[in-house]
């Protein structure tokens, strides 16, 4: 059973840093394109970040603030988020890609607010 858990959301002062994690289980996680989305209020579902062989990709919005990185033998995907924002306020959330194969965690809410 696939299973994508993430954590480390919460409140955080405008200029702070938060790190997600997102755990995985049940699937040959290393074979796997990793992303992290947003769903902001009122907003669509939008890309943030994605971790695929060697290559990352970031978003415009988030560019030299955030950090994606993987490790392969814990099964786990984190986001490093710095110099937060207001506009980083979302319901952040894990997926895994590859082929017809594509999975969600259940996501974990990030509120930046002063």
């Known amino acids: 059973q696939v299973q994508l858990v993430e954590s480390g959301g919460g409140l955080v002062q405008p200029g702070g840093s938060l790190r997600l994690s997102c755990a995985a289980s049940?699937?040959?996680?290393?074979?796997?394109?990793m992303s992290w989305y947003r769903q902001g209020p009122g907003k669509e579902r939008e890309l943030v970040a994605t971790?695929?062989?060697?290559?990352?990709n970031y978003a415009d919005s988030v560019k030299g603030r955030f950090t994606i990185s993987r490790d392969n033998a814990k099964k786990t995907v984190y986001l490093q988020m710095n110099s937060l924002k207001l506009e980083d306020t979302a319901v952040y959330y894990c997926n895994a890609h590859r082929g017809w194969g594509n999975y969600w965690g259940q996501g974990t809410q990030v509120t930046v607010s002063s």
């Open positions: 971790s695929t062989g060697g290559f990352r």
């Open positions: 049940g699937f040959t996680f290393s074979d796997y394109t």
